[in-house]
């Protein structure tokens, strides 16, 4: 079928150019499921975000995809950012062997909240920086790569889809 | 290579420049209008809710680009930096047709009496430069009516007994009021206040072709999807462009007012979409890009006769750069207060815009905006953690709970808060950029902790379970409500144009934007911007001898 024939080359331009952009930039390795982090990197802040924004009830920052809103502008508007996150992520992992012998995605959560409450305290520009992309990507538009499925907007309670065009009329007393 | 001379050539399609255009147009003098921006519709509301004017952290939708148009920001402590539209500190205005007013609120306050009369009304503020305008509210008044009526405003102040006299009501009705209307308008009402609706440059009803505010929650900060909010975009622009005598040119960036050897304008020298440089030549020059845009223009603008830029024999082009403190406070209440409609903003007083016990003017207070979820993060009260497990259980449960009450507190003019060029940094087309100085005066502070306090009260007083300040802090204040570097006045010492919007030294060179406020009332400037063009338009016009004004 004529469908199928297209959508099957579609999806091998799809592949092929993912696969050259990858080794032109080589920004997150190979083996990186990320367009700037590296593989390490992206656990780090996987797990550093899991912290922010944690699951309870509601999803938390990593299945909202978080790190995948954070990753994406790293590649476009953030690009300035690239040092900062650098630095700040092997801080973070520097800190997390030195005192517990492990990477930060390695430690316990108590060790982890350690770690971070040291890292807001120490190096309070990235920390606030972070927390602030992870914020977006957690509570902004999904069309960015976070707010995976809308969790957060659920979680507050916003109407989505609105109801387009009404008027409310009806609040008005008497 | 100069392009067909015209009459006027007007530097900015924002709130004052759209106004002079089609007033000028309408009268037949030809007009081109330069924009540095693009010309945006309703169709561009993608409601992106972090790529908006509101909530720039991945960009300002509507302009100006950070690519290229870096200023340079001064601290207190004479530290400077380079800075971006999008980052704070730049006092980012948009730059696109329709300037401010095609993504704003569209609040459309009238000033108060008092408000063109600080200095008599409450004497000298030590450090400030208060003074009185050369012109009050009755040299106004028809003209507010005049954009009330032909751009359309919607409200009903009929219950403010604290306005100005206005001789005629306001065309459209309010919309019917929100949750949190109807849980502010009893409390205040039983704390002695008088509450009403905000008047609005919004449809209501069908208006000028346009239809009415569909109640959405992609209000301030986006394109109205429906084209129901109102700003010189889809007003006057549209109009002058209609009468033939009007060529509106986008994507033009000006660089500088071109002057005879006795420094009368000839027209001005920009880039057009293509970056390259045109001359155009006009008998009127009409700056409008702004209060920081205007006074870097003239700042730019050097001749033999004034090697400090234009009009700035005396040194006053840029100095006075204010804005408005907003101050209030947040509540949280127990029951829902979220309701899912816009605009939000609905009910107001004017309690404590004058005769604050000891402070030098005050605030219009109002309840605030439509709020996304990303921007209620500003919301978070300061003794809940900023992240963790408590931030989100806080943002889950307070989210459709709280209510925010603000006001636009008048500020003390500063003569050392100013916009001067800077001697190294050049934008994209090699223009020297603003260079923004100074902080807020100690007075506008303490003005800003009363006005909260009274935000506070009234909160309390509808029944908020816990109650948060919001008070500015002493760093300079611009942005959206920039005015005053450019000031009107009598006495060429101390301001830059006369009451006619008219530079003192140079007759057919006029600043027709907020750049002429001597003061900026406790409300959002908007109406007085466009008010105030429509006379100075009508003054301009009266003394049009065919290739000039005639004194």
Sequence with gaps: MGTGMRRRTLLEIGVSAVTASAISCARGGAASPWRFLTMAQGQTLEAVCAQLIPEDQDPGAKDAGVVNYIDLQL????????????????????????QFGRVFAALTSEQQLIILNTTEEK???????????TRQGFYGDPRHGGNRGMVSWRMVGLPFPPVRGRQHYETQAG | MALKKVNAVIVGAGAGGGVVAKELATLGLTVVLLERGKWYSAADCRKDDLFNQRTQVLGAKFGPDDERNPRVAVDEQGRESIVYPTDGGYSNNAACVGGGTFSYGAMAWRFMERDFRMRSTYGPVEGSTLEDWPIGYADLEQFYEKVEWEMGVSGDDSGNPFKAPRRKALPMPPLAPSREHQILLPAARRLGLHPFDIPMLRNTVPYNGRRSCMRCRWCVGFACEVNARTGTHNTV????????????????????????????????????????LQEQPADLVIVCGGAVESAR???????????????????????NLQSHSYSGANGLFERETYDDLGPGASIAICDYNHGNPGLTGGAMLANEFIRLPYQFMAQVPPW???????????VRSAYRRTIVVMGPVQEMPLADARVQVDPKVKDRWGIPVARLSGGRHPHTIEIGRYIAGKAEAWLKEAGAVQTWKRVPGRSLSGGQHQAGTCRMGTDPKSSVVNANCQLHDVDNVYVIDAGVHVTNGGFNPVLTILANAYRASEQLLKAWKGTKVMA
């Design chain 1, 75 to 98: 590649s476009t508007r953030f690009k300035r950012y690239r040092p900062v996150y650098r630095q700040g992520i092997a801080g973070i992992d520097e800190a997390s062997r030195t």
């Design chain 2, 384 to 394: 809940v953690a900023r992240w963790g497990q408590e931030h989100k259980e806080f």
């Design chain 1, 123 to 133: 190096d309070r520009a990235f920390f606030d920086l972070l927390l602030n992309h």
């Design chain 2, 297 to 319: 223009l003239l700042l730019n603008t050097k001749h033999r006769l004034f090697p400090a830029g234009l009009g700035n024999r005396y040194d006053q082009v840029g100095r």
């Design chain 2, 237 to 276: 622009i549209p109009a002058a462009v209609a009468t033939g005598n009007c060529e509106l040119r986008t994507d033009c960036m000006t660089r500088e007012i071109l002057l005879d050897s006795q420094a009368r304008a000839t027209g001005v020298a920009y880039y057009d979409a293509r970056e390259r």
